[in-house]
């Protein structure tokens, strides 16, 4: 059985589904729009554009038709591409698409129905934000009764697809026993570089919980990717931020990490107490899914539906007003909660996670 999966990249929140279909020994290749830590571990096939046509898509395609794209969105796939994808679906069973507005992904899709392939759509959108460009593709489904698999609930068009649940990643790690007696607080948080993911908020919080002397010690963790330009405009407010109060507050504690591996990362979630997550409109984070795995509790926006896939009950929590006091209230009047060795094995049992 051959998998192909066709991505923007190869981004870390896949990396656990990807290694599992190679270590069961089923064939696997991956086609991708950008380059990634992860290309030379997976048999991958960087995508070659016509970069004037790729440069008019970019001015010509409407936000308002196709939602706003990365700037990889806009790809034209050379000849030589387009022959690659022909022949990698063609020798594929099944085909993962992770976007269904890139051109390229539209050419895939063309040849997968043409071919009359297995698609299982990855998306990363709520109905009700669904751009026009995907509301007319899943009418096309619907009308020719095709195969379709997709990740995340759609409520429109629940009774024609069936959802693929959130799995748990593929690790040995464990939680780690943490103190629950206010001597120290472990916070993770993981984000883009971009306005949207909001990651000076975790420095914030870590700041006003040290300010109000809650907890002796905090341990701040924040990792990091980039994602344009204005990325390091970010990263140089939030280094700012970092070594003011730093410098007022011994007992605070800020690792910054970028390009860090899988392994490292589900290790510093399962030594944290919490996962923060203050991004606005988060459609699917699979960090969410990871952090949870290792026992890590889960604090993010009301408007994060990948939180929605957790059981409640002692586990997560969205708050809607996701302000630095709210959530330093919050920690406060919860440590218990969030602290229970009970609470944090029982997160780590659960394996899918679905609406």
């Given at each position: 059985?051959?998998?192909?999966?066709?991505?923007?990249?190869?981004?870390?929140?896949?990396?656990?589904?990807?290694?599992?279909?190679?270590?069961?020994?089923?064939?696997?290749?991956?086609?991708?729009?950008?380059?990634?830590?992860y290309d030379k571990k997976f048999n991958t096939f960087l995508v070659k554009d016509i970069v004037f046509l790729s440069n008019i898509a970019k001015k010509i395609i409407g936000k308002n038709i196709m939602g706003e794209l990365p700037n990889n969105g806009y790809i034209i796939p050379n000849q030589e591409s387009i022959k690659i994808i022909f022949k990698s679906i063609f020798r594929s069973k099944r085909v993962f698409l992770r976007e269904l507005r890139f051109p390229v992904s539209l050419i895939s899709i063309f040849f997968i129905f043409l071919l009359r392939k297995d698609l299982i759509i990855k998306i990363q959108l709520q109905n009700k934000r669904l751009p026009l460009s995907y509301k007319f593709l899943f009418l096309i489904f619907k009308l020719f009764n095709?195969?379709?698999?997709?990740?995340?609930?759609?409520?429109?068009?629940?009774?024609?697809?069936?959802?693929?649940?959130?799995?748990?990643?593929?690790?040995?790690?464990?939680?780690?026993?943490?103190?629950?007696?206010?001597?120290?607080?472990?916070i993770t948080s993981i984000g883009k570089l971009e306005d949207r993911k909001r990651i000076l908020l975790p420095l914030m919080v870590a700041r006003e919980l040290i300010n109000e002397k809650v907890f002796k010690l905090i341990n701040l963790n924040i990792f990091i990717t980039y994602k344009d330009k204005n990325s390091n405009l970010i990263l140089d407010e939030i280094e700012n931020y970092k070594k003011r109060i730093i410098g007022i507050y011994?007992?605070?504690?800020?690792?910054?990490?970028?390009?860090?591996?899988?392994?490292f990362v589900l290790k510093t979630l399962a030594s944290s107490h919490i996962y923060l997550h203050p991004a606005n409109k988060e459609q699917a984070s699979y960090s969410i899914i990871e952090a949870f795995s290792v026992g890590a509790f889960v604090l993010s926006q009301i408007d994060c539906y990948t939180t929605d896939y957790l059981p409640f009950e002692n586990c997560s929590k969205k708050l809607k007003n996701f302000s630095s006091r709210n959530v330093v209230r919050f920690i406060k009047e919860?440590?218990?909660?969030?602290?229970?060795?009970?609470?944090?094995?029982?997160?780590?049992?659960?394996?899918?996670?679905s609406k």
């Open positions: 059985m051959r998998n192909l999966f066709i991505l923007p990249r190869i981004h870390q929140n896949i990396i656990s589904e990807l290694e599992g279909i190679y270590e069961s020994g089923e064939k696997l290749k991956i086609i991708s729009l950008n380059k990634s830590i095709l195969n379709i698999k997709i990740n995340n609930a759609l409520p429109f068009y629940s009774n024609n697809f069936s959802f693929v649940p959130f799995k748990k990643p593929r690790t040995n790690i464990k939680p780690e026993d943490l103190a629950s007696d206010y001597s120290y607080l472990n011994p007992n605070l504690k800020i690792n910054i990490y970028s390009s860090s591996s899988n392994d919860n440590f218990d909660i969030i602290s229970s060795k009970k609470n944090r094995e029982y997160r780590s049992k659960k394996l899918f996670y």
